[in-house]
């Protein structure tokens, strides 16, 4: 029988090695912010953290780097009041900005098996300094790889044995292609439901992607 | 020439000009900032949807305070509604609107726009330490039409932002339509910029000092 549910937050995290790529889901809404603090309590270090943003002055992604066990950040943007930006300027943090609709297309491209791509964003801006760019098609276009996971740290606001998913609203954002880019993704899930509860058509992510479930009952 | 007295614009009066000039229909994407604003200005009987970068489709008004949901947020993750008719997808999908065409029309804030349509918007010199990047150069490159909404000079020194060539670093290149400003609305065209319209009580004259680019009046 496949049953995918962990009991405990050290269950979930059990196994992440030093040295791995953690891909975190979020934007606003859709943040496993439990997961989050088991990665800190669970204490792998030198990771490389992929995330929409570079978190804030306080919250979970701010509390993980204050732990200074993150090596590198690939995100779209840090904002300069941040732990993440004093990090950055202290030379304790690796930073690389990537646009945000390039960086959810190398983590889809990721989980597609797709080995690089051209895409006309930033390919005429400092970005592309250094890189290979091409004219395809009358545009100017900056090839780019893929990013992959050693985990990905998912939210859901549903799931059944089988890691079969339901994200509420836009909290969907990055959680359904961090969870195909990775080899051990990890969720953590408001609701449980029976396998056969969710409407087939209406899965977001199916289980096929997902290795962990943990039930975290909204607060 | 002397000009009548005039008033430029404040925020929301370029968000309110800019609206009156989105047809039904259209499919939008707005920026932080300025553009932000502009969705208020659409009176509820003309249908046109909103997209934000975080894979919402069919931005509705704001919620009031009890009827917030943590759930639901846009690009500069502030609460919002959806509208009936609206639709949510992943992050990928979101970023395929933008960069695929299938936006009619993306407003962005930016801090200079050049006679050839190139915008800067994302930072103020090669050397900042900490970038922000976010989606911008995703929509500039994508949205069929881009339009730029800014205060026509700096509020410092009052320099220009509409330049014959950008200073600051670029977020991408020809691709702006069109420059909404406290003072003007400006067409890029392959001539530079033609004014399409002024505040009232502005010269032609006036306005091309306040501007560092050359400007053209509206043929005819």
């Given at each position: 029988m496949i049953h995918k549910f962990v009991s405990t937050t050290e269950e979930a995290m059990?196994?992440?090695?030093?040295?791995a790529t953690i891909l975190l889901a979020g934007f606003g809404?859709?943040?496993?912010e439990h997961l989050l603090k088991g990665l800190i309590a669970q204490g792998a270090k030198d990771l490389t953290l992929v995330v929409n943003a570079g978190g804030r002055d306080d919250g979970p992604i701010a509390e993980l780097l204050a732990t200074e066990r993150i090596r590198k950040i690939v995100c779209s943007f840090v904002r300069p009041a941040s732990v993440a930006a004093r990090l950055f300027t202290a030379g304790k943090l690796e930073l690389e900005i990537v646009p945000q609709g390039t960086l959810a297309e190398r983590i889809r491209a990721g989980g597609a098996g797709i080995q690089a791509f051209y895409t006309?964003?930033?390919?005429?801006?400092?970005?592309?300094?250094g890189r290979e760019t091409r004219v395809i098609n009358g545009r100017n276009c900056l090839l780019e790889y893929p990013i992959l996971g050693d985990v990905a740290l998912i939210d859901a606001w549903q799931a059944d044995r089988w890691g079969n998913l339901t994200h509420k609203d836009s909290a969907r954002n990055f959680n359904p292609i961090m969870a195909m880019a990775a080899k051990l993704t990890i969720v953590q899930t408001a609701h449980v439901v029976e396998l056969?509860?969710?409407p087939p058509a209406n899965i977001h992510t199916p289980g096929v992607f997902v290795q962990r479930v943990l039930h975290v009952p909204a607060q | 020439m002397s000009d009548t007295p005039f008033k430029p614009l404040d925020r929301n009066g370029i968000a309110a000009r800019i609206a009156r000039d989105i047809p039904e229909g259209w499919f939008v994407n707005l920026g932080i900032g300025?553009?932000?604003?502009v969705s208020d200005f659409v009176p509820e009987d003309r249908e046109v949807i909103f997209h934000a970068e975080?894979?919402?489709i069919g931005i509705g008004p704001a919620p009031s305070p009890e009827n917030v949901n943590p759930h639901l947020v846009n690009a500069g993750v502030t609460p919002i509604t959806l509208r009936t008719g609206g639709a949510f997808v992943h992050h990928a999908d979101s970023f395929a609107i933008a960069r695929g065409g299938h936006l009619d029309l993306c407003v962005l804030g930016a801090f200079e726009v050049a006679e050839n349509g190139d915008i800067a918007n994302w930072a103020r010199s090669p050397n900042e330490p900490v970038k922000q990047v976010g989606g911008a150069m995703d929509l500039a490159v994508g949205a069929q039409r881009l339009w730029v909404a800014m205060e026509h000079n700096t509020k410092g020194n009052g320099e220009s932002r509409i330049r014959r060539v950008c200073s600051y670093p670029l977020t991408a290149k020809g691709v702006v339509r069109r420059v909404y400003t406290d003072l003007a609305v400006l067409e890029v065209t392959p001539e530079g910029f033609v004014v399409l319209d002024m505040i009232p009580g502005l010269t032609f004259e006036t306005l091309q000092a306040r501007t560092e680019a050359p400007l053209r009046r509206m043929p005819g």
């Open positions: 059990a196994g992440i090695p030093d040295g809404a859709g943040t496993p006309p964003t930033a390919a005429d801006t400092l970005l592309a300094e056969g509860d969710l | 300025i553009p932000t604003g975080n894979g919402v």
